[in-house]
């Protein structure tokens, strides 16, 4: 069964240092997304991918996040220079057409220290 | 702002008995809504969805209902299990975007 594959799973960083988190989604859904997750709170959308292109990135902190998808396929999230509020889940997913589920990675764990 | 408002932090049911999730959201341009699960550690999984045409959707143990007018959102299982202890998501799109907005979540733990 097709599976988002999302890495690392887990990762612990000092603040101020630099961190990149990679997603692969399911073959040919061109929709991915980048969420968010604190505990206790639901996944907060930071980016939308449609093919390439950026759809939705007004979550996103700009000043220290960034997104790219540059062939369509696999994204990198990476946030520079890390801070302690930082430290939460971070949810990769994707969907191949409008109004259709979306399918989850496992997301990477981050710890900023 | 939380467009997509899940109010009860928690639910406790009897193994066996109906377990209720509610969910209510904000933005009337929200057309598809879905129900999703998530175990600590992992991703969520799709449980359900309903588009914004219909009023019910039945999934085996589980059911959608959605209530335009009042803007609200309810999964219904019936009979609940212990396994199905977790955490539930309500989350809806905003037509023709792909844009999908979640609430803050429900953990449900089903007592043997």
């Known amino acids: 069964e097709a599976e988002v594959a999302q890495s690392p799973r887990y990762k612990i960083t000092e603040k101020s240092q630099a961190v990149a988190f990679w997603c692969d989604p399911i073959?040919?859904?061109?929709?991915l997304y980048w969420y968010r997750q604190i505990l206790g709170q639901g996944p907060e959308l930071l980016v939308q991918?449609?093919?390439?292109?950026?759809?939705?990135d007004s979550q996103l902190p700009k000043d220290r996040f960034s997104a790219e998808r540059l062939k369509g396929v696999d994204s990198t999230l990476k946030i520079q220079p890390a801070e302690l509020g930082d430290s939460a889940m971070y949810l990769c997913?994707?969907?191949?057409?409008?109004?259709?589920?979306?399918?989850f990675g496992q997301g990477t764990r981050l710890t900023v220290v | 702002d939380q467009q997509v408002k899940q109010n009860s932090p928690s639910l406790s049911v009897q193994e066996g008995r109906i377990s209720i999730l509610n969910c209510d959201y904000t933005?009337?341009?929200?057309?598809?809504f879905l129900w999703y699960k998530k175990y600590p550690a992992e991703g969520p999984t799709f449980l359900i969805s309903i588009s914004s045409i219909k009023d019910k959707n039945e999934d085996g143990r589980f059911t959608v209902f959605l209530n335009k007018s009042a803007k609200h959102l309810s999964l219904h299982i019936v009979p609940s299990q212990p396994g199905d202890s977790a955490v539930y998501f309500c989350?809806?799109?905003?037509?023709?975007?792909?844009?999908?907005?979640f609430g803050a979540g429900t953990r449900l733990t089903v007592k043997p």
């Open positions: 991918f449609q093919d390439e292109s950026v759809v939705d």
């Open positions: 933005n009337s341009m929200f057309d598809y």
């Open positions: 997913a994707s969907s191949h057409g409008m109004n259709t589920e979306a399918f």
């Open positions: 989350a809806a799109i905003v037509g023709g975007s792909n844009d999908m907005r």
């Open positions: 073959s040919g859904h061109a929709t």
